[in-house]
């Protein structure tokens, strides 16, 4: 038994918990910087004797191996279905060590072709009784170029070299591109981070860029992604989505990646719908939600990028789905998994649940796939199946 296994998740009970309990407080984006820096660090010294031990003992603390879990999707090896969602690691900061926290993969971005400050802040909001968040953030990154520098200077290896590190690449248009710009944006980025890239998630659903979600028009949709497909070593694409599509705009954009031989979706973004929290206050800001910019993240989303994903699955089952939103749970994951999706991500309910969540959720998975006498993950996929306790 290693004496530091569980160390780590004692420290974030003690330390981060307690601050993530109400609205107020520290800031949410300073507490997410400040985690960054602390990532960033180790990411770039992961080598150094004292910070391998450390990542030693993290990855023996939240890392579960079990062959179950393993699946190869578009020519990509996962080790485990839970990835990190695009948002916290906008720069590719920690992209060393995610890792060590037991993903499976990790997607950094959203990074852009422009580096960009983004939305005025305050601009990143807890809603701490309903594990949630409110973010307009507005794609601050420091660039695509810089991103390639970032790798570099990390020791970051070229996809065709890494073994045990999956990447995806989130990619946004800048701010200051017009949307009849855009494809330029898109392409300038990928042309930078290919060689690095084990897949491209192309963003045209944040809700925090003017005009980007326009680009979730079929027509202006399908000549972006052609244009991206013709890019030399194009890796495999992902569109994301947004929650707040009609299911017959949905039902288009599955038409577009069937007929453009796109790899696949994930589903969801963040929603301008309030889901139900129209009067709640923003205690930050005193306005209601209903009153306030951004797209909301977390536990409200549950449901509705869970039916997102089951209907997308029920429409085609050959589109490879990656679900997001709201997973906070094993059951949660497991939920998502039954209903179509290949990989699942989490990002605001892993900050809630601490880094325990990524274990959790695989142990749940593997009882569920015991209980169900299924040998691997991928005969969960689309089952419908129930969680057992």
Known sequence: MNPNRGIFNNLYKNLINPV????????AEKLTNFSLRILSFSSSKHKWPVISSILKSLNEEFCIVDEKLRQNICGINF???????????????????????????????????????????????????????????GFNNNG???????FVNQGIELKKNRRNTCLGINFGKSKITGLTEAKEDYLTSLKFLIPYCDYAAINVSSPNTTGLRKLQDPVRLRELLREIKTLPNCPPLFVKIAPDLSFKDIENICQLIIDEKIDGIIATNTSLDRL??????????????SEENGGLSGKPLQNKANKIIK?????????????????DSPESAWERICSGASLVQIYTGWIYKGPQLVPDILRGIIKQLDIHQMSNIKEAIGSDLKWVE
Request: proline share 3%; aromatic share 8%; charged share 25%.
């Open 311 to 327: 209907h997308i699955y029920s429409i085609n089952k050959n589109i490879v789905l990656i679900g997001v939103g709201g997973i």
């Open 144 to 150: 695509a170029e810089n991103l390639v520098k970032n």
């Open 20 to 27: 993530l309990k109400k609205d107020t407080g520290i800031d």
């Open 79 to 137: 080790a485990n279905p839970i990835g990190l969602a695009a948002g916290f690691d906008k720069n590719g900061d920690a992209a060393n060590i995610w890792k060590d926290f037991g993903f499976g993969f990790a997607e950094v971005g959203t990074v852009t072709k422009f580096a960009q400050d983004g939305n005025p802040k305050p601009r990143l909001f807890r809603l701490a009784e309903e594990e949630a968040a409110l973010n307009r953030m």
């Open 276 to 289: 139900g929290l129209e009067k709640r206050k923003l205690k930050q800001t005193g306005l209601l939600l």
